[in-house]
């Protein structure tokens, strides 16, 4: 009987040594993944450590940046920044939340942390842009018409607000349809429309309705603004008003297309 071809014997000798090539393939890159998963895992744990447990990374000093009326030691007493704490663990909103209820007069507060010891603090306060008198002092509206601080004594240049709509006839009406806050509101839009060569020297806006906004300037002079709408084109109805009639005491840019100035 005829022995194996050699054919054969070559299947038969593949057969017999491939599952032992195999598993030499096999141990080493076993051996790698297991080294390495036990390097992750230590390289894990060592980061926990040192975020969280060490000593080496942990809030000593708090910064303040862009205070201008409020100090630096009312904003680090406001925030309440946990000395000594983990830094990764510190609840930055938590801290903004808390500064913006306490100190209405933060605009916004940008938290950080600053690696590998400090919080950042980076405050902007809000800007008035008139004031409102009250029982001898003064509360101060920023652009957003917010009622944000009372202090004792005026700034320099902000412009007063007086509203004076009465409780009957057509100050009344517009009174109970916008309300108060409205109407302040749109005090704050007329004050930020007023040309910076007028808005200087505006002393006061005096809302009587929605619609009957007015300004009074440090010379006596005055401007009917009407309603806060349209202001661009009242204030350059007003500029060119003041240049052709520097005489006049009196202008009326309601309507911005129909100027009008009056010596009385």
Do not use: C
């Amino acid at each position: 009987m005829a022995g194996p071809t050699t054919a054969e014997r070559g299947e038969r000798q593949q057969e017999s040594s491939g599952p032992p090539l195999a598993r030499r393939l096999r141990r080493p890159r076993l051996r790698t993944i297991v080294v390495l998963a036990v390097a992750l895992v230590l390289l894990g744990a060592g980061t926990t450590w040192v975020l969280y447990g060490s000593e080496w990374l942990r809030v000593e000093r708090v910064s303040v940046s862009g205070t201008r009326v409020l100090t630096p030691a009312e904003v680090r007493g406001a925030a309440s920044v946990p000395l000594g704490e983990p830094l990764i663990s510190v609840d930055t909103d938590a801290i903004e939340a808390r500064l913006r209820q306490k100190l209405t007069r933060i605009d916004t507060v940008d938290v950080v942390r600053s690696w590998p010891h400090g919080i950042g603090l980076k405050v902007t306060e809000r800007t008035p842009v008139l004031i409102v008198r009250k029982a001898g002092k003064f509360i101060e509206v920023d652009r957003q018409g917010v009622r944000f601080a009372t202090v004792s004594e005026a700034p320099k240049g902000v412009p007063a607000l007086e509203l004076t709509a009465s409780r009957s006839g057509s100050s009344a009406a517009s009174l109970r349809r916008f309300g108060t806050d409205r109407l302040v509101r749109e005090a704050v839009r007329v004050a930020g429309d007023v040309p910076a060569a007028v808005a200087k020297d505006t002393r006061s806006v005096q809302v009587r309705s929605y619609d009957a906004i007015s300004l009074k300037l440090a010379d006596g002079r005055t401007v009917a603004w009407g309603s806060s709408e349209n202001g661009r084109a009242k204030a350059r109805a007003l500029t060119a008003l003041m240049k052709a009639a520097p005489g006049a005491r009196h202008f009326d840019v309601s309507v911005p297309t129909a100027p009008a100035s009056s010596a009385s």
